[in-house]
C-alpha cells in the first residue's frame, strides 16, 4: 500500500521559509512524477511544483518560481520543498503526490500559514 507523509508545515512571518518533507513508504519514488500541490480556503487545489519520474527536472507554477525548489532523494525515498520569501498568499494546505498514468496518490496534507 502506498502512503505519502508530509511534515514541516507550520508558522511564519512573511519573507520567511519552511521545508517541507514527504517520505513515501509501499514504493519507490522514482518510478512516479511527484508533485507538490496547494489548497487555500475556498479555492481549488493547484500544482505548485513537480518532478517528472526518473529525471531531476522540477517544473513550478509562476506564483512560486523563483522562490520555492523541490527536490528528490532516492536513497531516503522522499521528496522535499523549499519555500523561501513567503508570502501571505502561500497559506494553505500542502499536499504530496505520486502519479503515474492514470493513478493518483496523495498524503494526508500540512498546513503552511504565512501571518504577520
Known amino acids: 500500500q502506498v502512503q505519502l507523509i508530509e511534515s514541516g508545515g507550520g508558522l511564519v512571518h512573511p519573507g520567511g521559509s519552511l521545508n517541507l518533507s514527504c517520505v513515501a513508504s509501499?514504493?519507490?519514488?522514482?518510478?512516479?512524477?511527484m508533485g507538490w500541490f496547494r489548497q487555500a480556503p475556498g479555492k481549488q487545489r493547484e500544482l505548485v511544483a513537480r518532478?517528472?519520474?526518473?529525471?531531476?527536472?522540477?517544473n513550478y507554477s509562476d506564483s512560486v518560481r523563483g522562490r520555492f525548489n523541490m527536490t528528490r532523494d532516492d536513497a531516503k525515498n522522499a521528496v522535499y520543498l523549499q519555500m523561501n520569501k513567503l508570502e501571505i498568499e502561500d497559506t494553505a494546505i500542502y499536499y504530496c503526490?505520486?502519479?503515474?498514468?492514470?493513478?493518483?496518490?496523495w498524503g494526508q496534507g500540512t498546513q503552511v500559514t504565512v501571518s504577520s
Open positions: 503526490n505520486a502519479k503515474f498514468i492514470s493513478t493518483d496518490h
Open positions: 509501499g514504493t519507490l519514488i522514482y518510478i512516479w512524477d
Open positions: 518532478i517528472v519520474r526518473k529525471t531531476d527536472d522540477a
